[in-house]
């Protein structure tokens, strides 16, 4: 039987009408620098935003092509890297949770509401997860609904449960269950 690592391998490329989710490649420097360094896109991310093209380079090369389920989202009509989305598995549970970063130009249109449908169906159908959950900080409502939208259900909200860049955030949890998106995808 494969394991979860190895079924990600055959599956570094998912597809929707107007989304390619690929790995990132050097290339994508000066796409990433452009969501990277944007203190409003950056604002409850766990790291910084950039602070020079030359970042971005590092970034890619270091965290995005290094693991596993990391996947540039990338604009079919446009080519161009607006942003990333990880699925990151724990394999002794058979689930899995995801983080998501977008320029802020292509907030709304529901772009990374797609991405996620390709990473939940991802989880589901190629690598028979049985849950997939997520969270996002109090006050990244935006997040939220992007979980909400693909049937994500809130479980809770911990309290100043994370310190990032010297600030409590209250965390809101979400997650959705392998029987309870198959439900949806027939509905």
């Not at 990433?32 to 935003?49: G, H, I, N």
């Not at 990244?140 to 010297?166: F, H, L």
């Amino acid at each position: 039987m494969n394991t979860y690592n190895e079924l990600m391998e055959l599956h570094t490329i998912l597809e929707s009408d107007r989304l390619l989710l690929r790995p990132f490649s050097l290339e994508d420097a000066a796409d990433v620098y452009l969501f990277a360094s944007d203190e409003l896109v950056t604002k409850y991310l766990t790291w910084p935003a950039l602070k020079e093209p030359s970042e971005a380079l590092e970034v890619i090369k270091n965290y995005y092509m290094s693991k596993t389920g990391i996947f540039a989202i990338a604009l079919k009509s446009e080519t161009k890297c607006i942003g990333c989305i990880d699925l990151r598995l724990f394999n002794d549970h058979d689930k899995a949770s995801f983080g998501f970063v977008l320029n802020r130009h292509y907030w709304n249109k529901n772009y990374m509401t797609e991405a996620l449908n390709l990473i939940l169906d991802l989880s589901f159908s190629k690598l028979n997860l049985n849950r997939v959950d997520a969270t996002h900080y109090v006050g990244n409502e935006g997040s939220g609904r992007v979980m909400q939208k693909c049937g994500m259900q809130y479980e809770g909200t911990g309290m100043q449960e994370v310190k990032i860049r010297g600030s409590y955030f209250d965390v809101v949890h979400y997650a959705i269950l392998k029987e309870q998106w198959l439900n949806q995808k027939q509905e």
